[in-house]
């Protein structure tokens, strides 16, 4: 692919081992962010080493051949990068932020920790505790529990229904010979997406990722596509408690669905802020929450509007049938033509908003180039949320039942009966 099909102050480069290089020239900025993002994440663990990959992610900066963990951390710090690595159900970013004239010493630090992590075994131990902690953090809160438990449900039968942390017996039991196999495994050329965004000379970027990447060989396995088929699902986990949480996924358009801004405008109108239906209905009318919104989630093949409501347990009926009739009006009716035009100048000023810096931007071009091989200007975005009709919202929900399948998760003191009672039909 040439520069000549991308839009203006946008990049591509393929080097002959398979990375890919994706750059946006922020010429009024005097910073870059910079990222390398592979298919090494959640769904890629193998079998039963449930939390591999976010373990993986504490040890990567924890030493390489060149340095220890205390000498890579003061090599960052002494030119004044920000870094990071993150990992999600289906991919992991290694990022760091800094002034545009140290990108040639940052990317040769970003080139060590990639390609010679050593994983030392006194900090394994070290990063192990601080999991095993997460863990017990996140069994200690709901409102961290339900999303697993709604996620694990929704996508039975996928790896993306996976505990992101693990569990204490399979974080206990991993070792640094299973941190080696998934960076051997993983970590390959063919599955790297390299993109920065900023002030950078293009030509001088792929010179360098040429010189320090450039004999990096080596494929990573196919992955099993990942295809969930929710059902109509109600799952409790029942704790003594005074609050009641409740969340609720269905399916809907994902990232590359013609139809994504169309679905984002009827999360914005559902409960995107305070302006939203279910804000106003559920907690300003009746007072029956003291949190409530929704949102798009989802992955690659599947899409899905979340909604997210904490409510006490004596409310905590009333509550789910207030949604449920919310979702059933916006199935029937749609939106109107007030909250279509409302819920575009929102989406178009977070757009913005978020465009203003080089970390957003590397995030949205390796994101949009990842899923769509393509890259999004935010004039593109911003048309796209323009050109959003209320036809197309309908047609989103015909495509789309918010009630049909729909997968409910409680965590709090009721059972199904006193919770759900005759709210749904299954």
Same mark, same amino acid.
Not at 181 to 209: C, S, T
Not at 280 to 299: H, I, P, Q, W
């Given at each position: 692919m040439s520069n000549q099909t991308l839009p203006p102050n946008y990049f591509f480069h393929r080097l002959p081992n398979g990375i890919e290089l994706i750059g946006q020239y922020m010429p009024s900025l005097s910073s870059i962010t910079l990222g390398f993002q592979?298919?090494?994440?959640?769904i890629h663990e193998p079998a039963e080493k449930y939390g591999l990959a976010h373990l993986f992610e504490y040890m990567l900066l924890q030493g390489t051949k060149q340095r220890d963990a205390r000498a890579l951390n003061e090599a960052f710090e002494s030119l004044g990068a920000r870094k990071g690595v993150s990992t999600?159900?289906?991919?992991?970013?290694? /990022?760091?932020?800094?002034?545009?004239?140290? %990108? $040639? $010493?940052?990317?040769?630090?970003?080139? !060590?920790v990639l390609l010679t992590p050593t994983f030392p075994r006194n900090e394994l131990e070290q990063m192990r505790n601080i999991i095993l902690q997460e863990i017990r953090r996140r069994d200690d809160e709901p409102m961290s529990r339900i999303f697993e438990l709604v996620r694990s449900k929704f996508y039975e039968g996928t790896s993306l229904g996976r505990p992101m942390l693990g569990t204490n017996e399979s974080v206990r039991a991993l070792q640094k010979?299973? =941190?080696?196999? %998934?960076? @051997?495994? @993983?970590?390959?050329?063919?599955?790297?997406? %390299?993109?920065?965004?900023?002030? %950078? !000379? /293009?030509?001088?970027?792929?010179?360098?990722?040429? #010189?320090?990447?450039?004999d990096w060989s080596g494929q990573a396995s196919a992955v099993a596509k990942q295809t969930p088929r929710p059902q109509n699902a109600i799952v409790l986990d029942r704790q003594e408690g005074k609050q009641e949480h409740i969340c609720m996924l269905c399916p809907f358009p994902n990232y590359t669905?013609? $139809?994504?801004?169309?679905?984002?405008i009827l999360a914005e109108v559902l409960g995107g802020n305070m302006a939203s239906r279910l804000f106003?209905?559920?907690?300003?009318?009746?007072? =029956?929450?003291?949190?409530?919104?929704?949102?798009?989630?989802?992955?690659r093949h599947i899409g899905a509007l979340r909604?997210?409501?904490?409510?006490?347990?004596?409310?905590?009926?009333?509550?789910?049938?207030?949604?449920?009739?919310?979702?059933?009006?916006?199935?029937?009716?749609?939106? #109107?033509? !007030?909250? =279509?035009? @409302?819920?575009?100048?929102?989406l178009k000023s977070e757009n913005v908003m978020r465009s203003e810096g080089s970390g957003s931007r590397m995030g949205a071009i390796a994101r949009s180039w990842w899923y769509e091989r393509k890259v999004r200007t935010v004039h593109e975005v911003k048309d796209a949320i323009d050109a959003v009709t209320a036809d197309q919202v309908m047609q989103v929900l015909q495509r789309y039942s918010p009630l049909n399948p729909l997968t409910v998760a409680a965590v709090g003191p009721l059972s199904r009966d006193e919770l759900v009672g005759d709210t749904l039909p299954f």
């Open positions: 592979l298919n090494a994440a959640v999600s159900l289906e991919i992991s970013q290694i /990022w760091a932020q800094i002034v545009h004239n140290k %990108f $040639d $010493d940052t990317l040769a630090l970003l080139r !060590d010979q299973d =941190l080696q196999e %998934f960076w @051997r495994e @993983r970590y390959q050329p063919d599955n790297v997406l %390299f993109a920065i965004a900023g002030k %950078f !000379d /293009w030509d001088h970027v792929v010179a360098q990722m040429e #010189t320090l990447f450039g669905d013609p $139809d994504y801004y169309a679905a984002m106003v209905e559920v907690r300003e009318k009746r007072g =029956l929450v003291y949190g409530v919104s929704a949102s798009l989630a989802g992955n909604i997210y409501a904490g409510t006490t347990p004596e409310q905590g009926r009333e509550c789910l049938q207030v949604i449920v009739n919310e979702l059933r009006k916006l199935e029937q009716d749609g939106i #109107t033509a !007030d909250e =279509l035009e @409302r819920a575009k100048v929102q």
